[in-house]
């Protein structure tokens, strides 16, 4: 007699969708979030490599960038559920602190850049 002590594992159900929008507009967004939180870390990266030229300088658009990065992961979940809620709902608004303090950030790092390129002297 042949004793099988393999169990049998049955598949889970999926969850139920939090909302039934075939385009699924949240996961876009989201995406997209992801995509800007990704190209942040490499800019400060990139950032990095100014460091032994411009000084420590350039340690404040690393903080910027990175703190901005950290603070799209912060609020990714919180974010999509809105989102998801919403379009159940049928009320979606703009989270309009999240663009702000993106732009406010990007804004930031341009001017600090453009000064760190334009104005401090290049060390060897």
């Known amino acids: ?17 939090l909302h039934e929008d075939p385009g699924l507009q949240p996961e ?3 995406l ?7 190209t942040l870390i490499t800019v400060s990266a990139l ?9 420590v300088f350039v340690g404040m658009l690393v903080a ?11 609020t990714q979940q919180r974010r999509y559920n809105r989102s ?3 379009l159940k709902s049928g009320r979606i608004q ?8 993106l732009g406010a950030s990007v804004v930031a ?4 850049g453009l000064y760190t390129v334009l104005f401090l002297p290049i060390s060897s």
């Open 109 to 112: 790092l341009s001017v600090l």
């Open 84 to 86: 998801s809620t919403g």
């Open 1 to 17: 007699m042949h004793i099988s002590f393999r169990r049998r594992l049955q598949p889970k159900p999926p969850p139920p969708p």
């Open 64 to 74: 910027v960038s990175l703190l901005t990065a950290l603070g799209i992961w912060l």
């Open 94 to 101: 703009a989270d309009l602190v999240s663009v702000l303090w």
């Open 47 to 55: 950032f990095l490599r100014w460091m032994p030229y411009h000084g």
């Open 28 to 30: 876009r967004t989201s």
């Open 32 to 38: 997209a979030w992801g995509r800007t939180l990704l």
